[in-house]
């Protein structure tokens, strides 16, 4: 679970006010993360952009590694019925594909 700092959480109206001094902490360095509360639920997160890229990239290299290891799955199993087994048995033709 992530945990918050008190001075990282900033209610969504002031946050509203004051956007421009939140951009300059987090592009300083002086600030990691903004949460933004609204109601006193944590709501979002405000990150630099330099972060978020480089989550998303991670993000999509996991996903590539997902899809590779079902792919290798998938290539080790012996399919349930053949596709000619298919067409032949719904009296379908080559052809029709």
């Known amino acids: ?7 990282e959480i900033t209610a969504s109206s002031k946050a509203g006010k004051n956007f421009g001094q939140i951009l300059e902490k987090l592009k300083s360095g002086k600030a990691e993360k903004i949460v933004i509360s609204k109601n006193n639920e944590l709501e979002a997160v405000i990150i630099p ?26 290539k080790n199993q012996k399919p349930v019925i053949s596709l000619e087994e298919l067409i032949k048995k719904n009296n379908y033709h080559r ?3």
């Open 49 to 74: 952009i330099e972060e978020f890229e480089i989550l998303k990239e991670a993000y999509e290299i996991v996903e590539h590694i997902e899809i590779y290891k079902t792919i290798i799955e998938r």
């Open 95 to 97: 052809r029709d594909f």
């Open 1 to 7: 679970m992530v945990t918050y700092l008190k001075e």
